[in-house]
């Protein structure tokens, strides 16, 4: 599946939030931070990143099913470990179709996140 049409939607979401800063790896849009990996120089990017006025940084993936399930749950968990240090979250945003396997892996794997429906 292609995350680009779901981009879109995202950012409105994020929009709707009481942001400062906004970052997505959308066309018009700075692209958030990428962090790699020290032994696995892995790349994780966020697809978007957003600071609230209290000075929060919040990371939002938009979360689709995959085979590699270990791979989402790796990216995921530093993301949201990220999120924690700067006092933000994680938000898992799951477009029709997708929310309860984001939800069960959410759960299985005891992530720091919040799935919201896309």
């Known amino acids: 599946m292609n995350k680009e049409k779901y981009l879109k939607k995202a950012i409105t979401w994020a929009n709707k939030k009481s ?4 970052r ?23 697809d978007l ?3 609230t006025h209290g000075g929060a940084k919040h990371y939002s993936e938009v979360a ?3 085979d590699n399930e270990k791979k ?8 949201s470990f990220l999120a924690g ?4 979250k994680l938000h ?17 794997h005891q992530i720091n996140a919040v799935v919201h429906a896309l």
């Open 92 to 108: 898992l945003l799951a477009p029709r179709g997708h929310k309860a396997f984001t939800q069960k892996i959410v759960n299985l």
């Open 19 to 22: 942001i400062v800063t906004l």
């Open 85 to 88: 240090m700067k006092r933000g």
């Open 49 to 51: 990143s957003f600071t």
């Open 72 to 79: 989402l749950v790796a990216k995921w968990k530093v993301l």
């Open 24 to 46: 997505a790896t959308s066309e018009g849009y700075e692209n958030p931070k990428t962090f790699i990996g020290k032994t696995t120089k892995e790349e994780i990017q966020p």
């Open 64 to 66: 689709l099913k995959d």
